[in-house]
């Protein structure tokens, strides 16, 4: 103990010489705290709609009038022809075409129907995906809201009425930055303790200090301890640094127990900071501990979760998932900070993280070679 108390003071020493290690520890994760947020959410709003209208009647404009107040839709054009408005997908000027026809009014009063015919652009899928999906549903409601001034009802009617409510659990505002905030928390985490922890033996190995360490009666898993326990004591600063982000900037205050998630971050730390020290026991330049460490860290973020569900990708990615440490904490978190979960509800993620900390930091261990 005495031996491994030395050593961390060295390592501490060493860290805080470092005004840049410093910066990258705390200053990072604030800066991209506050903007990811912002970027990341799936909520499109402002999307250009061109409104081609050969009616011209009361029901047209009553349409049109419900599609932009509906805070979504930017009327960028009003026009009658067609092939304007599609100059302007063309341009990327435009995101939809809405086309009622001459007959839309006369139709729907005679025959109680009438056609609507909805241009999207679709290079931007993910934006023509939902942006065609508002408009469908803002014209289903303009729909009922026609049916119903038509229908007149007797004062007593034999028939059923069912009202259908619904409420949303664990986020009732549907709030898109509660369900990102954690996972993006997870992330940093991960690239402050993965990245740093890589390129720490390795430049220990450039700047030829390895050898003196080699030299010593140190023992091997004393180093990797050496080595292990300052960045997880700086990763709990970071995560701490991140909750008080989210709730001066954002408002968002976990459901669940602090203590949970502590202790999950715990473990999950050791399996990260163990990947990032067994890195570097394999590169021999930063340079090389850089570029595995970041080929990992996209890999990880991508099928991770965070962006995309991971029930929707195919079998085979959902099997890579299962090796993909970060897809446990961002689920962990989410659970905790949004559903208020427990030590035992996340009973089988601690058992998973924790094979994941024995098992790299064991084979960091065993790969780094003492030479004398």
């Known amino acids: 103990m005495r031996t491994l108390r030395f050593l961390l003071q060295k390592e501490f020493r060493q860290i805080f010489r470092d005004p840049s290690i410093l910066r990258i520890i705390f200053m990072m994760p604030a800066i991209q705290l506050l903007v990811l947020p912002w970027a990341a959410d799936y909520e499109i709003k402002?999307?250009?709609?061109?409104?081609?209208?050969?009616?011209?009647?009361?029901?047209?404009?009553?349409?049109?009038?419900?599609?932009?107040?509906?805070?979504?839709?930017?009327?960028?054009?009003?026009?009658?022809s067609y092939k304007q408005a599609l100059q302007r997908i063309e341009l990327d000027k435009s995101d939809l075409v809405l086309e009622i026809p001459a007959s839309f009014e006369r139709n729907l009063v005679k025959e109680n129907e009438s056609e609507l015919f909805i241009s999207v652009n679709a290079i931007n899928g993910t934006k023509a995906n939902l942006g065609g999906a508002y408009l469908r549903s803002i014209i289903n409601d303009y729909n009922r809201e026609v049916r119903?001034?038509?229908?007149?009802?007797?004062r007593l009617s034999p028939e059923l009425n069912i009202a259908v409510t619904s409420s949303n659990w664990f986020n009732p505002f549907m709030n898109y930055k509660i369900f990102m905030v954690p996972g993006i928390i997870v992330l940093l985490l991960t690239m402050v303790g993965a990245n740093l922890a890589a390129l720490n033996i390795v430049k220990e190995k450039e700047i030829g200090t390895i050898e003196q360490m080699n030299v010593t009666p140190v023992k091997k898993h004393e180093f990797i301890l050496a080595k292990l326990i300052p960045f997880w004591v700086l990763g709990l600063v970071v995560l701490t640094v991140g909750f008080t982000i989210a709730r001066v900037a954002y408002g968002i205050i976990p459901t669940g127990s602090f203590l949970v998630i502590y202790g999950f971050a715990a473990i999950y730390l050791l399996a990260v900071l163990g990947l990032g020290l067994l890195l570097s026991t394999y590169a021999a330049t930063q340079q090389q501990a850089m570029l595995i460490s970041f080929f990992m860290m996209m890999i990880f973020i991508l099928m991770g979760g965070l962006y995309t569900?991971?029930?929707?990708?195919?079998?085979?990615?959902?099997?890579?998932?299962?090796?993909?440490?970060?897809?446990?904490?961002?689920?962990?978190?989410?659970?905790?900070?949004?559903?208020?979960?427990?030590?035992?509800?996340?009973?089988?993620?601690?058992?998973?993280?924790?094979?994941?900390?024995?098992?790299?930091?064991?084979?960091?261990?065993i790969n780094y070679k003492k030479r004398a």
């Open 46 to 80: 402002n999307i250009n709609l061109s409104v081609v209208d050969k009616d011209h009647s009361t029901y047209s404009r009553q349409l049109i009038s419900k599609i932009t107040a509906s805070g979504y839709f930017h009327l960028d054009e009003y026009t009658s």
């Open 148 to 154: 119903l001034k038509w229908i007149q009802l007797p």
């Open 309 to 365: 569900s991971i029930e929707s990708m195919p079998k085979w990615a959902q099997w890579i998932t299962r090796f993909n440490p970060v897809s446990y904490f961002i689920e962990v978190m989410r659970m905790v900070v949004l559903k208020g979960s427990g030590f035992a509800d996340i009973q089988k993620h601690l058992l998973t993280m924790l094979a994941f900390a024995v098992t790299l930091n064991g084979w960091a261990i």
